[in-house]
């Protein structure tokens, strides 16, 4: 029997759309003054793309007051995180026309099950009261909006929306079909951060919900290109790679220039086929065949010996590590070293590659120069982006680096905020 929630306006996701931000404005969150390793933040204005990977590679969405003109939208004493239930089609048609007229929205999202994140505590909005003479505070100023618990109790105020559409300014927002999950845990220390400095010291100081320490798997990342759906492969592949996700947590991520029109997508049939069809699977980067990796391996491992060989007598100098630096962890190649355990992969998302080849009796400046020419070679054989990594008198890749290639403007590895 059919259930009565396969319908095209109905949606068993629940989709946390991502807006850009500006911290000079009055609809502003709380400004972390860093963004971790790999995310570059310039000026005061955040891209949606650069806000969806920062929680992506974090694996946090931020609760917050959700401020609009300088009053928070949240009422009660507990922060959230927003999401909507409308259908990905809805979304997607949604999210591009509001995004044209300038509205706080885009077609940037993270996907969770609407299941799974009712255990974890979300729920459906509640839109208006039923006392219509009742209006809780105004909250001007950024005040908190405590409401009278008679009228609501203050443990689920967080989900009171104001709807009015009689008013002479009518307010509805009902079309956002709106869930929230409350952070339920002490923000004293961030209030206090705020008040005294303005901001926080970095995103993970930020209280929220850390998604990858939940039980929650089949995850989807919604973005606009082809382009960018394979930075967020990247990304993805790199914390399956760090060990901090399994290969369960994604299950795609859909590029919004891949589908069919909007219109084309309104049963859930359709969102399913077109999901499928527009899958980028990672599995195939987990299962080229083992000889044909061993190959590539001792291949690669030819070309360091060759360097090795027609370089220069060994100098003395400074010590330390030295490492190539591979940007594109989908390539057969990067897969190939890291299968052969070539390949460690730094705290900040770089694959480091061990370089066993070299003499142990060079100098850092020596290996560093003769890995800018194993680099070149990469590059010139496999057409894949390298640099060298280096660390002054220590071998921990997560070490502060004496010097490395920057390749700034490779996007897969750098999440900028101006994209």
């Not at 259930?3 to 996701?13: A, C, G, H, I, P």
Request: proline residues 4%; hydrophobic residues 35%.
């Amino acid at each position: 029997m059919i259930k009565n929630t396969t319908r095209f306006d109905l949606s068993d996701w629940l989709i946390h759309f991502f807006r850009e931000i500006d911290f000079e404005s009055s609809s502003s969150i709380i400004c972390p003054e860093h963004m971790g390793f790999g995310n570059i933040a310039e000026d005061t204005k955040y891209s949606s793309l650069f806000m969806l990977r920062c929680a992506l590679r974090h694996g946090r969405l931020w609760a917050t007051w959700s401020y609009r003109n300088n009053a928070r939208t949240i009422y009660g004493t507990n922060p959230a995180i927003c999401f909507t239930e409308m259908p990905i089609a809805a979304f997607l048609e949604s999210g591009e026309a509001r995004e044209q007229r300038g509205e706080a929205m885009s077609q940037f999202a993270l996907v969770f099950s609407k299941k799974d994140m009712f255990s974890l505590g979300a729920n459906p909005v509640i839109y208006g009261l039923d006392d219509r003479d009742n209006w809780p505070p105004s909250g001007k100023g950024g005040n908190v909006r405590v409401m009278d618990s008679k009228l609501l109790p203050e443990r689920e105020q967080y989900r009171y929306v104001t709807y009015n559409p009689c008013s002479t300014r009518p307010v509805d927002w009902s079309h956002e079909r709106e869930w929230r999950w409350p952070f339920r845990g002490d923000i004293s220390g961030v209030e206090s951060a705020i008040e005294e400095y303005g901001m926080v010291d970095n995103a993970m100081d930020i209280p929220g919900l850390d998604f990858y320490k939940c039980c929650i798997n089949g995850m989807g990342v919604v973005v606009k290109t082809s382009e960018q759906a394979m930075w967020i492969v990247h990304d993805i592949l790199t914390l399956i790679d760090r060990k901090i996700i399994n290969r369960q947590k994604y299950s795609f991520v859909l590029a919004s220039d891949t589908l069919p029109s909007s219109t084309d997508l309104r049963s859930p049939n359709a969102i399913s086929k077109a999901i499928s069809d527009s899958l980028i699977d990672l599995e195939p980067f987990f299962s080229h065949s083992k000889n044909e990796l061993k190959k590539l391996c001792e291949y690669f491992s030819g070309l360091v010996t060759k360097i090795e060989a027609s370089s220069p007598e060994t100098e003395n100098g400074e010590l330390g590590g030295c490492w190539l630096w591979i940007l594109d962890n989908t390539s057969k190649l990067a897969r190939a070293l890291l299968d052969g355990d070539r390949i460690v992969v730094s705290d900040s998302g770089k694959y480091l590659i061990k370089l066993y080849e070299y003499s142990d009796s060079r100098s850092l400046r020596q290996r560093e120069e003769m890995t800018v020419e194993l680099a070149r070679n990469i590059k010139s054989e496999f057409g894949i982006e390298c640099g060298y990594f280096s660390v002054l008198n220590s071998d921990n890749p997560n070490a502060i680096p004496f010097y490395n290639d920057d390749h700034l403007e490779n996007h897969m590895h750098y999440n900028v905020s101006w994209e």
